[in-house]
């Protein structure tokens, strides 16, 4: 429905001007320009609600609807559009009262549009005459049934009009100065309001240019396109212009800026009620006759069907008359075609370099705009507010370096291309901090940026810990900065040989880890320090000669016995400074020969002795020389003895066999002597 209203609407065509005040009753209709200016409109003003039906087309709607509709919907928003100044009270009429003529008398096209409106007025103000005393209203609404043009689009409806300012009809109560509106019966509070405030002396503001309605307003007041706002159901503020003539706003809520000034004010919402202490509208008179008018429009109230929100920038020229747009709406936005987003938003700049005005929106919310407004011609200047997460940083603006008071400082510039730029690191006692971006995006540093207003510009910096590992022995891995609330992982090498029989193996972390995990995560909240620990170890290295290669050779280590198979030697790593119980066996079997241990030798073939506690890498030798027989149990002098005796009982047989007796003796098995 909306867009058909907007279609119908902006295609309204120009209507020659209503012939109707051939003498001394000049008066406009809806829709042809002309009419009185408005005069203040305040307290409570009478209303009549005249229904009208025409011949052949009966009402479906009775008083009681008109009665809410009017004195109600009508006169909440009258209240609320004029901060409570105005409102109207009023009769509705006990019931429908007919026309003498069918519609299609009224919408003849043979008739011009004029003389079509007046014999409806005349028709009208009969058909009641006799029921209603017209003296006691100012204003009249006669309502016809069926449909809207507006709305229907069929040629055959009647169209609503309405006078602007007072119009003198000749009743039988006598002459009368009133405002009259005429609408559909079916018509939503819209048109209604639109009417009134016609009446109320306010001016159309279609511009009639080449044929055409132009509309340099649209959605933006009540007197254009906006009192179809909510398809009728929530007409839209007048501006506060239309406020102004009407005395819903004084003069001292309206704001202003000298020429050459410079000012900061707040503009309450012109919706915003009676409550808003600020000034509702800032006007700059620029020249005789042409003002720059500035308010704030929120969707509040019967605002809340506006197309968009923010600072409405207009220009007024006084005294042009009506249909020659004496108020245009700057676009904000002029590369879109509507002015739906006409409005100026929180950094939106408005000027005008020839009237040397440039405004600012700084900041709006619901209760209010800032705008800053400079007169003075000068080439504007916009405030960048620079800001870090850590203290004291130093920004490069166009190369000159700004250090920040505490996390951010405020500078002037003028709008414009700037560079900006980030010191890299910046070291904070124990911690430090490496730029990572502007605000939260942009990681180019330095940043060239173009500046149309007020903003902001935040540097983000990453705050790195140190993490300290201190190790007296082995290597470690990890030491470094890290992002603050990092798991850093860190790794102890497991044992680092120092190639002289020592060696450091890791037996823990602690400081701020403790673990024994050579591979470890420590989370970087903080700076951390952290210690390796180590436990030095000594080699001992343990050979064996005079046994047969391939001979199993033991070493008895704390009790437990270890071996190899000799030439490989026997190799440990004791605990530096620990006790140690070393031991070899004194006679070993091999090749079903005995081996019997001669003694233990350091690496200079010297005597040596087993430590008990291990000082430092040793190395020792075991030696063992075969034994002369096999050993026999019952202790070194038997086997000595029985060694002897067998020694002697071979050197009995060896003669023997020189003698011839050989065979027999090989047959015996016996070993041979060494
Ligand atoms: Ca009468
Ligand atoms: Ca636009």
Redesign the pocket.
């Known amino acids: 429905m909306e867009r058909r209203f907007r279609s119908l609407r902006s295609s309204i065509p120009m209507l020659a001007l209503l012939a109707l005040g051939v003498v001394g009753r000049a008066m406009a209709m809806d829709g042809a320009p002309g009419g009185q200016e408005p005069k203040q409109i305040i307290g409570t003003k009478s209303v009549l609600v005249a229904l009208v039906k025409f011949l052949d087309v009966p009402n479906s709607l009775e008083p009681a609807h008109f009665k809410k509709l009017i004195f109600s919907d009508l006169n909440g928003y009258l209240k609320e559009v004029s901060y409570g100044k105005a409102s109207i009270a009023g009769d509705v009429t006990d019931r429908w009262y007919s026309l003498p003529k069918p519609l299609s008398s009224y919408t003849d096209p043979g008739i011009n549009r004029g003389m079509r409106q007046l014999r409806f007025l005349d028709d009208a103000v009969k058909a009641i005459?006799?029921?209603?005393?017209?003296t006691k209203y100012e204003f009249l609404i006669f309502v016809y049934s069926g449909r809207d043009f507006l709305i229907s689009g069929d040629p055959k409806d009647m169209e609503p009009f309405c006078s602007r300012g007072p119009y003198r009809l000749d009743?039988?109560?006598g002459k009368v100065s009133v405002g009259v509106t005429v609408a559909a019966e079916f018509d939503p509070l819209g048109p209604f309001a639109h009417g009134l405030l016609r009446n109320f002396g306010l001016e159309n503001l279609y511009v009639w240019e080449g044929g055409k309605a132009l509309d340099p307003v649209q959605e933006w007041d009540p007197m254009a396109h906006g009192y179809w706002a909510g398809n009728g159901s929530s007409p839209v503020h007048p501006r506060a212009w239309n406020k102004l003539k009407l005395g819903w706003i004084g003069q001292g809520e309206v704001a202003s800026v000298e020429e050459g000034g410079v000012s900061t004010l707040d503009l309450a919402p012109l919706g915003g009620g009676t409550g808003a202490s600020s000034p509702k509208a800032l006007r700059i008179g620029v020249s005789k006759g042409l003002s720059l008018f500035m308010e704030y429009r929120v969707r509040a109230g019967f605002d809340s069907q506006l197309p968009g929100e923010g600072l409405l920038v207009y220009y007024v020229r006084e005294g042009l008359g009506e249909g020659y747009g004496p108020m245009r709406v700057v676009d904000s936005k002029p590369g879109t075609p509507t002015l739906n987003d006409a409005p100026f938003l929180p950094g939106g700049i408005f000027q005008n370099s020839s009237l040397g005005i440039t405004a600012f929106v700084l900041k709006s919310s619901g209760s209010g705009c800032t705008v800053k407004v400079d007169r003075t011609g000068l080439p504007p200047m916009v405030a960048l507010k620079v800001s870090a997460n850590v203290a004291n940083a130093t920004i490069e603006v166009d190369g000159r370096p700004i250090k920040l008071e505490g996390y951010s400082s405020t500078l002037a510039l003028p709008i414009g291309e700037h560079a900006l730029k980030a010191d890299p690191m910046i070291q904070t006692g124990s911690s430090r901090a490496i730029f990572a971006s502007w605000n939260g995006s942009l990681v180019a540093n330095p940043i060239s940026i173009a500046i149309r207003s007020d903003s902001s510009l935040i540097a983000s910096y990453r705050i790195q810990y140190p993490l300290r590992i201190r190790s007296a022995l082995g290597d470690v891995s990890g030491d470094g900065w890290y992002d603050e609330g990092t798991r850093a992982r860190i790794r102890a090498i497991g044992a680092r040989e120092f190639g002289n029989g020592t060696r450091a193996v890791f037996s823990g972390w602690s400081g701020d880890l403790s673990s024994a995990e050579a591979e470890s995560e420590i989370l970087v909240d903080s700076p951390k320090e952290v210690v390796a620990n180590w436990r030095r170890q000594y080699s001992v290295r343990v050979g064996f000669s005079g046994l047969p290669e391939g001979s199993r050779a033991g070493l008895w280590v704390n009790g437990r016995e270890m071996w190899t198979r000799v030439p490989e030697k026997i190799s440990l790593w004791l605990d530096a400074g620990g006790e140690i119980s070393l031991a070899v066996n004194k006679t070993l079997t091999a090749d079903g020969a005995k081996f019997e241990l001669v003694r233990i030798e350091d690496p200079q073939g010297r005597q040596a002795e087993f430590p008990t506690e291990v000082g430092g890498p040793k190395e020792f030798l075991i030696v063992y020389k075969k034994a002369s027989i096999l050993p026999i149990e019952g202790g070194p002098d038997f086997g000595r003895l029985v060694e002897s005796l067998v020694r002697g009982f071979v050197e009995a047989l060896r003669r023997l066999l020189e003698k011839g007796i050989g065979k027999a003796l090989g047959a015996v098995g016996m070993p041979s002597a060494p």
């Not at 005459?129 to 017209?134: E, I, L, T």
Request: no cysteine; hydrophobic share 20%.
């Open positions: 005459d006799d029921y209603v005393n017209f009743t039988g109560d």
